[in-house]
Structures are given as structure tokens and as C-alpha cells.
């Protein structure tokens, strides 16, 4: 019994060892690594357009933008964009592949693309996945957004600019949050619209939170850094 008990004990050990690397040291880790892929993608488009990261020169207080250029829908796991998001923090910089797959996507790449929906700056909805805890939860603040909030998506062409507008709590089941005007039937799409989705309550998977967005601009990478990228104080 005493053996019993001692091998109990240290299976409890190990299991709450898992329990805090899974749910605080192992997020720190995957969260700076996310970000730290991210930077470095937007270093590397930066550095294949030379001296465009600079404001326009005959108009430099007024902003840059033109037509979005539309992306090919990214294949299952495949990098096309990296996610910006003030409110966070200026270091929050997270690699966006296409699926929404754990294994394959959400675990090792960060935020996921629906398949079949929009893709940035296309009329329709952009919808997008991540966990809101665990493997580097780039979600866990999305409750934290506040109306107007810049929501910027990099690419090798630029950087897409959404605002935010509202959150909404659904069931797993609700999918209609992933059609052209989210939650609207039938409904044809005249604008873009981003949708994040991820998990709720904190640790649950009962529910799901759903942040939504509507397009503002496109950035080409051309004419430099948008202003939607500065940092809130």
C-alpha cells in the first residue's frame, strides 16, 4: 500500500507538471515563438520590397491605399499573412496559414483560415480560428477588443485593414457566423467582413466567441506602413 501510495503520488506530480508547462510555461514559449515567426515573415517581405517602407514622399500626411489585391486561398497549413493587432501590443505579430486544422495549422502555426470563406479584403467574410488558450493562445484577448480597434492583416502585398465592431457568443453548432454576411441567410455580400472565432468560456469548449470586423482599407507595401498599425497607449 505504501508502494501504491508513493506511485500515486508521483504520477499527481507529473500530471500537474503537464497541467502547468500545458497551461502557462509552454504558452509563454509558443506565444513569443508565434510572434517571433511572424516578425520575422514581416522582415522578410520588407526586405524584398527595398526603401518602400517609407511614408509617400509628396504626400506624407495623407494615407496610402488602393483596389485590395486578392489572394489565392492558401492550402491546408500554408503561410499567406501575418495578423497585427494594436490593442495587443506592438510584439503581437501572429502567422496566419490556411485550414483550421489542430495538428496541421492552429497547434505549430497560430491562426487558421476557414476554407471557402473570403480572403482579405474580398466582399464576404474572412473567417479565422485560434485558441484562446494553449499553444501560444492567440486569441486569449480577443474580449479585450474595443469598438474601432484596427485588425491588420500582412501580407507580401500589404497590410489589410478591418475595424472592429462587436462579439457575439454562439454554440459549435451556429455555423452561420462563416457565411458571406455573417449570421444573414441567402444574404449577397457587398462589403468585407472578418470574423474570429475561438473558444468559451476560458478552458470550455461549450461555446464559442466570435469577434466580427468590416474592412476599412488596403495598404499597398509600396507606400510603407499603414497609421492603423500604431500601438495604443
Not at 470563406?117 to 474572412?126: Q, Y
Amino acid at each position: 500500500m505504501g508502494v501504491l501510495g508513493e506511485l500515486l503520488i508521483t504520477a499527481g506530480v507529473i500530471v500537474l507538471l503537464y497541467v502547468i508547462w500545458q497551461l502557462w510555461v509552454g504558452d509563454l514559449i509558443y506565444g513569443a515563438e508565434r510572434n517571433a515567426t511572424g516578425h520575422e515573415l514581416s522582415q522578410e517581405w520588407a526586405e524584398a520590397y527595398p526603401g518602400t517602407n517609407e511614408p509617400d514622399a509628396a504626400a506624407p500626411d495623407e494615407p496610402v491605399t488602393a483596389e485590395p489585391i486578392i489572394l489565392d486561398e492558401p492550402g491546408d497549413g500554408e503561410r499567406f499573412g501575418v495578423m497585427h493587432i494594436p490593442r495587443f501590443g506592438d510584439d503581437y505579430a501572429v502567422p496566419m496559414a490556411g485550414g483550421v486544422t489542430r495538428p496541421i495549422t492552429l497547434d505549430p502555426i497560430g491562426i487558421g483560415h476557414y476554407p471557402g470563406t473570403s480572403m482579405p479584403g474580398e466582399a464576404g467574410n474572412f473567417a479565422v480560428a485560434a485558441h484562446r488558450t494553449t499553444w501560444g493562445k492567440p486569441f486569449n484577448r480577443i474580449a479585450d477588443l474595443r469598438v474601432g480597434d484596427a485588425i491588420v492583416i500582412e501580407t507580401e502585398d500589404g497590410w489589410y485593414t478591418y475595424r472592429f465592431r462587436t462579439l457575439e457568443y454562439v454554440t459549435p453548432n451556429e455555423v452561420e457566423v462563416l457565411l458571406p454576411v455573417p449570421q444573414k441567410l441567402d444574404v449577397p455580400a457587398g462589403t468585407s467582413y472578418i470574423t474570429m472565432t475561438s473558444c468559451s468560456p476560458m478552458y470550455s469548449l461549450a461555446e464559442r466567441i466570435v469577434a466580427y470586423g468590416v474592412f476599412e482599407s488596403f495598404t499597398p507595401r509600396s507606400a510603407g506602413e499603414p497609421a492603423s498599425l500604431a500601438v495604443i497607449a
